[in-house]
């Protein structure tokens, strides 16, 4: 899986955790992936199920696996990649929008 992560933490972004509410460890039963916009560029995938985390964690590179905390901050094109594969694998995603949350 190849996937550009442009930080293995997110608060560099103008939506950093600091400003965000915390997320839960399991937001939802039906949702192993939470999907959130931090900018224009920028999308944060956070692994809400500990399925997810260590699926993510198994297909990191060996120099990611490290430091990797859960959640990444990705462009689009990865954030699309990443997802496709993680449904493939038949995980779901909860995305938290303007218009409320939806899982998919």
Not at 36 to 44: G, P, Q, S
Not at 49 to 76: H, I, K, N, V
């Amino acid at each position: 899986m190849n996937h550009v992560v442009t930080t293995a933490h997110h608060t560099h972004t103008p939506m950093s955790a600091a400003r965000r509410a915390p997320i839960p460890c399991a937001r939802t039963r039906e949702a192993d992936i939470l999907l959130e916009r931090a900018d224009n560029d920028h999308w944060v995938v956070t692994m809400i199920s500990p399925r997810a985390l260590s699926w993510a964690t198994s297909e990191l590179c060996c120099a990611l696996r490290s430091c990797f905390a859960g959640s990444m901050c990705l462009d689009l094109m990865s954030a699309d990649r990443l997802l496709k594969q993680a449904h493939a694998q038949g995980f779901r995603t909860e995305f938290v929008g303007l218009g409320g949350k939806d899982v998919f």
